[in-house]
Every structure is written in structure tokens, then in C-alpha cells.
């Protein structure tokens, strides 16, 4: 029996859960890019700063990038990997800074752009928000299992 509520037995999330709409069709990627700003960034270069407060989610193309709390390296995200979630949906400022581990391209998508998206395809928008909701039960998994280590 599982002592709590995020306790999955014998099982780990799989090393790819948390990438944003794995099952996308091409169009649902091509649609997401129409209501986006595709931004392409150097190896090393900040991409986002803590305490930033647009109201962005960002989703990694091609390349990676790092995410860290101050000093501490929390992720490393590759291709579909997303950041800003947080500040996108609460509005709060960014906890983390983000940064290029290599050459990356990354879509943002504002909350504005995700309005129109929601507008023109809601099927699309409501699983962009459910598939959000995933990584981030995931995240709070992990999270979960280092403060109980």
C-alpha cells in the first residue's frame, strides 16, 4: 500500500514524461507555432531570469537548456521540454533561471497567444493545459521523492 498520495510503488515516471505533448500531431505543432514566437539562443546565453513575470510557457524545439534555483541545477531539458509554467499560470514571478546548454531554439507562447490558440482550437488548447498539468504532477513526484530521501 502506498504511504501517500504521490507514492507509485516500484515505479518512476519514464525519463521522457516530462516533455510536452509527446503525442502531438505535426498540425497541433504547427498550430501552436502560429500563435507562438520561435526565438533562437546561443550556448550560454540567459533565456529566462528568476523573477521574471511575463506570462509565458516555454517549450524547448531543438537543443537544451539548463534550469536552476540560484546555484543549484534542477533540470536539464531537452526537445519538448517545457519551463515558465508556473508564471504562465499563476502569474507569479519565475522561481528559476534558464539557460542554453547548447545552441537552442524555443517556442514562447504568451497567455495572450494562448487565448487566440484556445479560441481557434479548443480541443488543442485543453490538452496543451491537461499535458501541462502531467509534467507538472510529475515534477511534484520528484520533488516529493528527493525531500523524502
Known sequence: MASGLFDYPGREP???????????SMA????IGEHAQRRRYESGERILAAND???CLWIVVAG????????????????????GELTFLTGEPAQATVHASTDVTVLRLSL??????AGKDPTLARHLLFDLARVLAIRLHRLRRLVVR
Request: hydrophobic residues 50%; aromatic residues 6%; glycine residues 12%.
Open 64 to 83: 537544451r537548456v539548463t534550469v536552476a534555483a540560484g546555484r543549484h541545477v534542477v533540470d536539464e531539458l531537452g526537445p519538448s521540454g517545457v519551463f
Open 53 to 55: 513575470a511575463e506570462r
Open 112 to 117: 495572450a497567444g494562448f487565448e487566440v490558440l
Open 14 to 24: 519514464a525519463a521522457d514524461a516530462g516533455v510536452l505533448l509527446r503525442e502531438a
Open 28 to 31: 497541433d505543432w504547427t498550430m
